[in-house]
């Protein structure tokens, strides 16, 4: 049928013009005519295009009824913008100005699917050579036609698969170390990136036996499990650890193929390698900073139980900055023990001392209570010194005698005094001691909490790592899924980089809650230093207030001492006047008077300074316990040694 169709395009229009030079009735014209109407649909159109005349082969192939398109203009059969065309109307002009028009035509069926046509389009002229009509015949060749636009399409595609694959391959050739070698491994050909990544020319590689990169760590196993991988017309694909021709590694992610003979055995062998010697070298980055923040972890977490005899045994600089944290805290912990050892003890000294001036001013104040009453006596008794005179004697001896009592004991008393006054002093200036050291601790609490804050900003930092290489690690699979089949090795080890860096992130993140830990750990200390600190300032206060009176005690003393000293004087002077004693009983009476007050006043101071021991008593024992439970709270670290 296409063959008959191509004769009928060769040879419709010159007889179609012998029939329209020698219209006339004749049968033969006649004939023909029916004969070509049989074989090939045929349209009759005026010089317009408007349809007269359509045969059923016509009909059919268009799928419309004669009375559905006759009168109506052949644009029907064409897309409207088609109609609208110029090449369009030029088309019908070429005919109505009796030209021929032959070839393959696209047209339209009555539901709108194509229809290709091999037809001719052939004018008709009256017997003035006017055309009348135009009488196509034509022949249906969509199938035809279709199948030429699928090879055309076809071939159109595999142009676009070529290309695709030329340019992947070119791709692939930037990207990747691209080698062949023959079957006995002899280097066959190599690409510019493998001579770039090893430094070897492609003269040094040509000819050479593949294993000039193999490195010698990498395991004779892996080559041997690659050679018989490939032997057998399988691909191989692994890392492996290559050697530069200046002896540094690097590292690969090879994929080993062999290209098939027409016996399906291998003729000689391909290897496309991804350089991943970055990717490596951050692997082993990551790795060594999780053994680094391992051996923190585990510091930490002994610092948390108490221990602080521990030490980071790496280089890394968090691990210097913890250990230097580690060492100022336990410099602050040793200072403030020994300064609580040094406060306990000279508490129990302070304690021993102020419970023998205690005892000292009970004993002044008894003997001043019985030379009060001597006194008061001897007042009483003044009226009758005159007959009493062997009495008065007796009394001045026993006077005198209790006169050199008094003047010991105020002697005494002023010497104990004074040892109080100086212990006071000395305990002064403990408590401003310890009130430095508790200012020292303090200010290491807060190294400690600045430090354990750095170390935060370092996790921070680690965090921000972690997250770019998950998402290098993402950006990476995907690269990988756009690279097909090549890119499922890499698609792996993007996912467990990108699992390591999830790890590092919660790593981090438990770093971060044991670094919280520490300074809430580190501010509790601070405000239990705060804490002594006011009791240190307290009880600085009550030492002062004790100073103060052991300042009125020492005072009392001198006064206590001179009066003693008096008391011995006028003792002294009643014996060796007890002949005038009648004479000068009115000034005995005075002197007694004069006694019994000032033996008050002296009692009275005494009881002023016993009050006061006992305020020094408390103070003490409230300062020991402080010490005490500062050192129990130490007690709860493990310290190195001093």
Known sequence: MVKAATKLEENIAPKSKAASNSISNGQDLENHINAVNNAFASIEFDPKGFIINANEQFLKTVGYSLNEIKGEHHSIFVADDFAQSNEYKNFWKALAAGDHQNGEFLRFDKNGNEIWLQASYTPVPDEKGKIVKVIKYAFDITEKKKVELEAIETAKEYEKVKVELKTRMDQVDIACLVSESDLKGNITYVNDKLLEVTGYTRQECMGQPHSMFRHADSPKSLFKEMWSTIGRGNIFRGEIKNRKKNGDPYFVDAIIAPVLGPNGKPVKYIGVRYDITEQKLKEQEIQQTMEEQSDVIEVIRAMAKGDLTQRVQNDSDVAGEVN??????????????????????????????????????????????????????????????????????????????????????????????????????????????????????????????????????????ITDIASQTNLLALNAAIEAARAGDAGRGFAVVAEEIRKLAEDSRKSAVDIEKIISDVQKDTVSAGKAIESMKTSVKEGGSATKDAENIFVEIAGSSDTTFQHSKEILSASNGQKEAIEAVVKNIEQIVVVAEETAAGTQQVASSSQELNAGMVEVTDASNQLSKIAEELKSGIKKFTLTKA
Do not use: P, W
Request: hydrophobic residues 35%.
């Open 324 to 461: 230097s944290a580690l060492d100022n805290l336990n410099e602050v912990l040793n200072s403030i023990n020994n300064g609580a050892e040094v406060v306990s003890t000279s508490t129990g000294n302070l304690l021993k001392r102020s419970e023998g001036i205690k005892n000292s001013s009970n004993e002044v104040a008894s003997a001043i209570s019985q030379m009060a009453k001597g006194a008061q006596d001897q007042a009483l008794r003044t009226d009758e010194s005159s007959k009493l005179v062997d009495g008065v004697m007796k009394s001045s001896q026993e006077m005198q005698s209790k006169a050199d009592f008094i003047n010991k004991t105020a002697q005494d008393g002023q010497k104990r005094s004074e040892e109080g006054l100086k212990i006071i002093k000395k305990l002064v200036e403990n408590m401003t001691g310890i009130d430095s050291s508790a200012m020292k601790t303090s200010e290491s609490i807060a190294i400690l909490t600045e430090r354990a804050e750095e170390i935060g900003r370092t996790l921070n930092v």
